[in-house]
């Protein structure tokens, strides 16, 4: 009996990352977590515990030295990375902060965790992702292509630079039989949407919020033989709100 697929997934523990973990977990992968906090047990999925590898990605250096950790944990293969961690920080009562008046500290920090970090686990462990004929996907946003009324400048633009890198990386990592893909969500009903998003769900064809599940679906595509020779697209998730 062959051994299960694995996936390195980062932002696990909410929303988005949540729901990627019980789509792939249904189909029988070995789902590996990372995020800065500990495991929690309260998180409905097999083995989460000794499968969880705590990095703070707004660390480079950190997040270099992680690898060893999680190279441990693998046979060599690696089957899929997904990079779904994000932060968007705010200002005083959740107020979006511009690109007028985001401290800079903030903005390297957005970069680190929303754009570095995938292009240093990739690079971390390309040959994992090879031995495996692997994927990447890369969560970026609607963010990343308009001005969104809650999503701050520093958010925006480390979510567009990443539509760019998905690119240079299918570029790059397709001699190594690795596909490279974003995702770009829109308005996904998660516990982190801002006061005010009823104003927007008025504004999109369809009419109503993404549901975390079909984001985990796209991204489940992405990841399996189903999408095969898709490298260096993004797909929109986002009910033609980008019409």
């Not at 299960?4 to 019980?22: M, Q, W």
């Not at 809650?150 to 539509?163: I, W």
């Not at 189903?226 to 709100?241: F, H, K, P, V």
Request: aromatic share 6%; hydrophobic share 40%; net charge positive.
């Amino acid at each position: 009996m062959s051994s299960p697929k694995t996936l390195l997934l980062t932002g696990a523990s909410r929303g988005i990352g949540h729901a990627t973990v019980k789509r792939f977990s249904s189909e029988g992968w070995r789902v590996l977590t990372c995020s800065r906090q500990p495991f929690d047990p309260r998180c409905p999925w097999p083995n989460g515990q000794e499968n969880h590898i705590e990095i703070d990605l707004a660390s480079p250096d950190k997040t270099m030295a992680a690898i060893e950790q999680i190279k441990a944990k693998l046979d060599g293969n690696l089957h899929a990375l997904v990079n779904n961690a994000g932060i968007s920080p705010k200002g005083v009562g959740g107020a979006r902060l511009n690109s007028l008046n985001t401290d800079l500290r903030s903005w390297g920090q957005v970069f680190h965790v929303n754009f570095f970090a995938p292009i240093v686990l990739a690079r971390g462990l390309m040959n994992e992702l090879s031995a495996a004929k692997g994927a990447v996907v890369n969560v970026t946003s609607i963010a990343g292509t308009r001005v969104h009324p809650f999503a701050g400048a520093a958010y925006a633009t480390s979510k567009a630079a990443l539509s760019a890198l998905t690119r240079e990386m299918a570029h790059d990592f397709g001699p190594l039989g690795v596909r490279v893909n974003s995702i770009a969500p829109g308005e996904i009903d998660t516990a982190i949407l801002s006061p005010g998003t009823e104003k927007i769900v008025e504004q999109i064809p369809m009419r109503r919020l993404g549901k975390t599940a079909e984001v985990a679906d796209a991204i489940w595509f992405l990841c399996s033989q189903q999408s095969s020779y898709i490298s260096g697209t993004e797909i929109e998730i986002n009910g033609a709100q980008h019409v």
